[in-house]
């Protein structure tokens, strides 16, 4: 049987669906809530997208964003509240960088700007961001129709509506599958492609053997090696988490995740040296869309005459900020024409 779900109308407001509680969703939700009536459809369970935490049992290990920078004004001023509240510290850790098996340097991360991440865990932000927003979680939603107003379908077959405007801010090549066609801007954001990643996320009964509590890595099949449980406000418990590189994972996304989970810990040791076989608990994670593969800022998607709008981090060049920055450019278009 189809059902029809309806939100609260006041009459004087617009209604507008939102795809995706991630930063972008949560900053277009909370930037719109004095001017519209806004509702939120998000497939997870949780909020955050990527800017995620995965526990298991005492272990929590932040598998997606690892820490972002504060670079504009606007993302300042939207995020100082929380800085404030202590939802959001600075992390300050050692750093390494190698090039191959090579350490090419060591002084990155001692100067210039501050690297923040969400307390006690990534997904924190997010989550924090989201009270009082109307979130239907676990709604993937599956279909956009627009008859007088947009009416949306979800993966169970129900119906969602009615809404004046829908606003996207899921990955590109999932809002390609997603949206109509018919929309003005749909031949570019079907142009646009994302790369995957592999998060190896290790937990310890003791503190593991680590040099530096961050290291990048270029030209090798691991990114990034980060002493999860070292950013502020973690239990007291010790976690490391690895990503692989973009092509590893373009590569072996098919892969058995024992298989990979394996490979990438060896090539840990190889390339710097640290032993972390005494994990007592491993997983794996493939993000299919971590990335963008270009880092050019995109226009901003709005067809006015189908109330549609595409936002999300793809579009301002990837990264945490430039999730909120697509959202924030959106909101700012949106608003004159509300
Ligand atoms: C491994 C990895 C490492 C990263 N490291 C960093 C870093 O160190 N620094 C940094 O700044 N950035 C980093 N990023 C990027 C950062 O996480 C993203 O830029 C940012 O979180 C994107 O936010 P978003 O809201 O645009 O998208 P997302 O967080 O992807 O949110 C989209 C949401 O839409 C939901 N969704 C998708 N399809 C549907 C549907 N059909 N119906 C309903 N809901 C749907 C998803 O579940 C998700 O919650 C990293 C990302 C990954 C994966």
Partial sequence: MITMTTTPTNNTFPKIAVIGAGLSGITVARSLENDAEVTIFEKSRGVG?????????????????????????????????????????PWEAQH????????????????????????????????HLSNGITILRNTRITSL???????????????????????STIPAPQAKLLLP??????????????RSCFAVMLGFADPPPITHQVIHIKNADISWIALNSHKPGRANTHTVVIHSS????????NADHDKISKHLCSEVQRITGIALDS????????????????REPLPVFIDYDLQLASCGDWC???????AFTSSYRIVQEINRVL
């Fill in 145 to 167: 129709t627009k008859e007088e107003k947009w009416i949306l379908k979800d993966e169970q077959d129900q119906r969602h509506g009615e809404f004046d405007w829908v606003i």
């Fill in 181 to 194: 066609p018919t929309a003005s801007y749909y031949a570019d954001i079907a142009a646009v492609s994302m």
């Fill in 246 to 253: 973009e092509e590893y994972a373009e590569a072996h996304s």
């Fill in 96 to 127: 390494a960088q190698y090039d191959g098996s090579q350490i090419v340097d060591t002084d990155r991360w001692k100067t210039g700007e501050s690297r923040y991440v969400g307390v006690p865990g990534m997904n924190s932000v997010v989550k």
């Fill in 316 to 322: 301002c060049g990837g990264r945490v900020e430039g």
């Fill in 49 to 89: 997208g990527r800017m995620a935490t995965r526990r298991n049992g005492p272990h929590a290990f932040d598998h997606g964003a690892q820490y972002f920078t504060i670079r504009s004004q606007e993302f300042k001023a939207f995020i100082q509240p929380l800085i404030e509240s202590g939802i959001i510290a």
């Fill in 279 to 294: 994990a007592i608990h491993t997983a794996v994670h493939l993000w299919r869309y971590a990335n963008n593969a270009t």
